[in-house]
Nanobody, 131 residues
Framework: QVKLMESGGGSVQPGGSLTLSCAVT????????LGWFRQAPGKEREGIAV???????????TYANIAKGRFTIIRDNDRNTLDLQMNNLKPEDTAMYYC?????????????????????WGQGTQVTVSS
């Protein structure tokens, strides 16, 4: 089992930065695939990035195209958190941001939630980018 709780959302001006944090707890906290996703009103959910703790690949982090160059995720095992650092924010980044975990055995740890087989979701935290 795993529980996820996001924090750090808010309003920011275009070009600004924001860091979201996800507290990850539960018996599967250190073995689950973890990720950040977002969903804007009227749009489908988008994957941002995932962290794979299994060691199956040389780089445990995979970024979706929307994240490359501006977003960074950091897994802190001491704090049991997965942070999302966002820079040079744009109005189109306005969305509800969700932390998620996949406990499915054999699932692909990729930022595509439709491929996850046993997903858990946090409540989400709102990010608004506006002048």
């Amino acid at each position: 089992q795993v529980k996820l709780m996001e924090s750090g959302g808010g309003s920011v001006q275009p070009g600004g930065s924001l860091t979201l944090s996800c507290a990850v707890t539960g018996s599967s906290a250190r073995t689950a695939c973890l990720g950040w996703f977002r969903q804007a009103p009227g749009k489908e959910r988008e994957g941002i990035a995932v962290f794979d703790p299994t060691g199956r690949s040389s780089d445990p982090i995979t970024y979706a195209n929307i994240a490359k160059g501006r977003f960074t995720i950091i897994r802190d095992n001491d704090r049991n958190t997965l942070d999302l650092q966002m820079n040079n924010l744009k109005p189109e980044d306005t969305a509800m941001y969700y932390c998620a975990a996949d406990l499915g055995v054999g699932s692909f740890c990729v930022p595509v939630s439709s491929l996850w087989t046993e997903p858990y979701w946090g409540q989400g935290t709102q990010v608004t980018v506006s002048s």
